[in-house]
């Protein structure tokens, strides 16, 4: 396979270079920090008053956590670290889990997280040929707009379509050859379900590969949706607190994210006792990114579930990689008192061939106790007048589900098309007991 690289000289970087550009960028940020209102105060309470006191990449752990509720209070404008006048764009995360929190870029800014989009571009091996179609939501969310940028750098054409509108999507990938789609892994599975109404099969396209990132998928998911395709899948992370997409991505192997090293300090921690775990151990990500002057952000709890991959990948880069999440740590359910993570069910459901695209998760309240049910789509070439197949199905998938998360649940089988979707992310668990 030939290996593509965007900038060869820093994804090949040697260790001791990135650690010494990471420290040297590490100090600039706790300066830019120094100048905010948030920051301003609680960093000389951890004893550090100036960049100088970070004195190696081990000072890193001196520095207080910052966490989403953090954000909020610093809400709109406390970490800012630049005069207003220097910022030239601000995005917002989605607000999966409540309030959103804004980020700033200066110009400078801006050009480093383009950059920086385009490497984890190229390292699919997408090239300038490409005609890449985003339909990523364009808007506050980083899902659209910063992939955009870095696609654009890139020379490809970008084909801005956003999300939604179906008809539209196939018309525009028929009609301009797309070769790359951006999308979350549930809108893929969607538009799939939805090729016959609009007559289309998957040879009818050009299609090579889909970047899928913005919510939890399992690598059945992605299989499901490689098979369905014919095409190649590549997981995308990030989040917009840390500039959006772009700052984990996989490469041609597929096999886990790089995350660009110089531009983010990554660590895990074990959530509970907050002290680090070693590589290869699965944790909380926690990340300090290092290229951004308007908004320095420095160890922040992202509660996503990883580990790190320790070691050179097969391509080459030295910049460590994320294995695949496994959720936010807040999406753990405990039904009866069992954790029971909605990826695991996902796992289940995505491999039985019998089931379609879509699934749902609903925990209730029943008496005393909780009832889990799930539900799922059927395949349309399942749907069969024999229920006593279906009965047989129902309880397959019950017997399957019960080996991996050792719950009884309640399955429902539903026509393909039966359960809601959503244009952006996903919203698989319906949790009704806090109702
Ligand atoms: P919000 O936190 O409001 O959802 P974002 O739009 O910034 O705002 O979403 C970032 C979050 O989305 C991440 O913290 C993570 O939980 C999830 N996410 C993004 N990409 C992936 C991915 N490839 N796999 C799993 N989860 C992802
Ligand atoms: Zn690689």
Redesign the pocket.
């Known amino acids: 396979m030939e290996i593509k690289y965007w900038n060869k000289e820093i994804e090949k970087i040697s260790r001791e270079e990135l650690d010494k550009l990471q420290l040297e960028r590490l100090q600039k940020t706790v300066g830019q920090a120094l100048k905010t209102e948030y920051y301003g105060s609680r960093l000389p309470a951890a004893g550090i008053n100036s960049a100088a006191d970070i004195k190696s990449l081990a000072d890193l752990r001196r520095l207080p956590f910052t966490t989403?509720i953090n954000l909020r209070e610093a809400y709109p404008f406390g970490m800012l670290a630049v005069p207003k006048s220097e910022v030239v764009r601000m995005h917002a995360?989605?607000?999966?889990?409540?309030k959103?929190?804004t980020i700033y870029l200066t110009a400078d800014d801006l050009a480093r997280s383009t950059d920086i989009t385009t490497r984890s571009v190229v390292a699919t091996g997408a090239g300038s040929d490409d005609v890449f179609q985003n339909m990523m939501t364009y808007g506050l969310?980083?899902?659209g707009i910063v992939l955009h940028y870095g696609v654009e750098n890139l020379g490809a054409m970008v084909i801005p379509a956003s999300s939604g509108n179906t008809a539209r999507q196939f018309q525009l990938m028929k009609d301009f050859n797309t070769t790359i789609i951006h999308a979350t892994?549930s809108y893929m599975l969607y538009l799939y379900s939805r090729m016959d109404d609009f007559g289309i099969k998957p040879s009818d396209l050009n299609l090579k590969k889909a970047f899928?990132?913005?919510?939890?998928?399992s690598e059945d998911v992605r299989k499901k949706i490689e098979k369905l395709w014919g095409i190649d899948v590549y997981?995308?992370?990030?989040?917009?607190?840390?500039n959006?997409?772009g700052l984990?991505f996989e490469c041609q192997y597929k096999d886990c994210?790089h995350v660009w090293e110089d531009a983010y300090i990554m660590e895990i921690i074990d959530p509970e006792t907050l002290e680090p775990v070693p590589d290869g151990e699965e944790g909380e990500l926690v990340l300090t990114i290092l290229v951004r002057d308007a908004m320095p952000l420095i160890r922040y709890r992202?509660?996503?579930l990883t580990r790190i991959i320790p070691g050179e990948c097969k391509c080459g880069r030295t910049h460590r990689r994320l294995a695949?999440?496994k959720?936010?740590s807040d999406?753990m359910l405990i039904i009866n008192g069992v954790n029971v993570f909605p990826s695991q069910i996902e796992e289940v459901v995505m491999r039985m061939k019998e089931i379609g695209t879509n699934y749902l998760i609903v925990v209730q309240k029943a008496g005393p106790l909780d009832k889990l049910i799930v539900k799922v789509e059927l395949t349309r070439e399942i749907l069969t007048d024999d229920t006593r197949d279906l009965y047989a199905l129902k309880a397959r998938i019950a017997e399957s589900l019960k080996a991996s998360i050792f719950i009884n649940p309640i399955v429902e089988l539903h026509e393909p098309g039966a359960l809601p979707v959503s244009e952006g992310?996903a919203k698989r668990v319906m949790d009704e007991r806090r109702d």
């Open positions: 989403k995360s989605s607000g999966t889990t409540g959103p929190t969310f980083t899902g892994p899928v990132g913005a919510e939890p998928h997981n995308s992370y990030g989040l917009s607190e840390m959006g997409p984990a994210m992202t509660r996503d695949r999440m959720g936010r999406d992310k």
